[in-house]
């Protein structure tokens, strides 16, 4: 198997002119460049990546942390970052946690270890303070708010989204109005802010009214069992659309509003409405983001999507 020395000696030129052809650098003659590679074409050769890598000191490999490998939003915002990073040549693992802590904190350590260029985390268990003191390793960029914490992110506006649903709904007159979330609100920030959101538009919210560890369609169903049990109910906004398609197998549109997020293809093919925050966009931005190197934040806007006739209106 050819190497890099015999072809240096096919070609007349050093090995580390060679190298610089390898690693794409760009003071090299077009003369030279063109030769070089006619001579490893003709002797079938494929570069050692890990060396290569070694040279130029990047991989162009970077890691995603994501919670589920099978979950609506994972897919969704893995489908932003990957085509960002084929754009741009980079290869992408996916390392899936199950909110593991000691999961999380291997795949960390791994950064560390220079396993990858960098790192993005979709969603976490771990603590800011945790992974920001990685950062002296690689670039990590979260895809929610690091808040005061130096680590660069991409800001879904979650809050804003649901203070101005639960605003509208309440201008419309509704006052009966469910939930469903997923984590506890000391596991999951999303959780703490439509809860917060909730409690400061709409009031204090009855135990009845909310159903926790909603994740899956599947879980939308057994929610849509309890919320049929409950009378004069108008209103569900749940934390994600399949979540609401499994409740519309038990409920329906006619008689309760659902409302569901991330505009999935259920909630297209079920017609009803959703909070759209573009997390594919996030995925994008985050690793523009991851690139850049720097310590910043990036808001991504929300829609809302009406679909069903009897869905409150966004002002």
Same mark, same amino acid.
């Given at each position: %198997?050819?190497?890099?020395?015999?072809?240096?000696?096919?070609?007349?030129?050093?090995?580390? #002119?060679?190298?610089?052809? /390898?690693?794409?650098?760009?003071?090299?003659?077009?003369?030279?460049?063109?030769?070089?590679? !006619?001579?490893?074409?003709?002797?079938?050769?494929?570069?050692?990546?890990?060396?290569?890598?070694?040279?130029?000191?990047?991989?162009?490999?970077?890691?995603? %942390?994501?919670?589920?490998?099978?979950?609506?939003?994972?897919?969704?915002?893995?489908?932003?970052?990957?085509?960002?990073?084929?754009?741009?040549?980079?290869?992408? #693992?996916?390392?899936?946690?199950?909110?593991?802590?000691?999961?999380?904190?291997?795949?960390?350590?791994? $950064?560390?270890?220079?396993?990858?260029?960098?790192?993005?985390?979709?969603?976490?268990?771990?603590?800011?303070?945790?992974?920001?003191?990685?950062?002296? =390793?690689?670039?990590?960029?979260?895809?929610?708010?690091?808040?005061?914490?130096?680590?660069?992110?991409?800001?879904?506006?979650?809050?804003?989204?649901?203070?101005?649903?639960? *605003?509208?709904?309440?201008?419309?007159?509704?006052?009966? &109005?469910? /939930?469903?979330?997923?984590? *506890?609100?000391?596991?999951?920030?999303?959780?703490?802010?439509?809860?917060?959101?909730?409690?400061?538009?709409?009031?204090?919210?009855?135990?009845?009214? $909310?159903?926790?560890?909603?994740?899956?369609?599947?879980?939308?169903?057994?929610?849509?069992? =309890?919320?049929?049990?409950?009378?004069?109910?108008?209103?569900?906004?749940?934390?994600?659309?399949?979540?609401?398609?499994?409740?519309?197998?038990?409920?329906?549109?006619?008689?309760? &509003?659902?409302?569901?997020?991330?505009?999935?293809?259920?909630?297209?093919?079920?017609?009803?409405?959703?909070?759209? =925050?573009?997390?594919?966009?996030?995925?994008?931005?985050?690793?523009?983001?991851?690139?850049?190197?720097?310590?910043? #934040?990036?808001?991504?806007?929300? #829609?809302?999507?009406?679909?069903? !006739? !009897?869905?409150?209106?966004?002002?």
């Amino acid at each position: %198997m050819a190497n890099i020395r015999d072809i240096a000696k096919l070609s007349g030129y050093s090995v580390a #002119t060679v190298s610089r052809v /390898l690693n794409e650098h760009p003071y090299v003659s077009e003369e030279k460049r063109a030769k070089i590679l !006619k001579i490893m074409h003709e002797l079938d050769y494929i570069p050692n990546s890990k060396a290569r890598d070694l040279s130029s000191g990047k991989s162009k490999h970077i890691a995603v %942390m994501i919670p589920y490998a099978n979950h609506p939003y994972s897919e969704k915002i893995v489908s932003g970052i990957l085509n960002a990073a084929f754009r741009d040549g980079y290869k992408v #693992t996916l390392l899936p946690t199950n909110y593991d802590l000691e999961v999380e904190k291997r795949y960390l350590d791994d $950064l560390a270890a220079k396993a990858w260029d960098g790192m993005i985390i979709t969603s976490k268990k771990s603590s800011f303070e945790q992974i920001a003191s990685y950062l002296k =390793h690689a670039p990590i960029v979260c895809c929610e708010d690091t808040a005061d914490f130096p680590i660069a992110c991409v800001s879904i506006k979650r809050e804003e989204s649901y203070i101005d649903l639960f *605003t509208n709904l309440k201008k419309q007159g509704y006052r009966t &109005i469910g /939930l469903t979330v997923g984590r *506890t609100e000391k596991e999951s920030a999303s959780t703490g802010l439509i809860l917060r959101s909730y409690k400061e538009v709409i009031g204090s919210l009855k135990e009845t009214m $909310l159903v926790r560890n909603c994740r899956s369609f599947e879980d939308g169903i057994q929610a849509g069992i =309890h919320f049929a049990k409950l009378k004069d109910l108008e209103v569900i906004v749940t934390n994600g659309d399949d979540v609401a398609a499994g409740i519309l197998q038990q409920l329906s549109q006619e008689k309760v &509003i659902v409302i569901g997020e991330e505009n999935l293809l259920s909630s297209q093919l079920l017609n009803f409405s959703t909070i759209d =925050h573009h997390i594919d966009k996030c995925g994008e931005a985050a690793f523009q983001l991851l690139l850049e190197g720097k310590i910043r #934040t990036v808001s991504i806007p929300y #829609t809302f999507i009406k679909r069903h !006739k !009897k869905s409150p209106r966004q002002n």
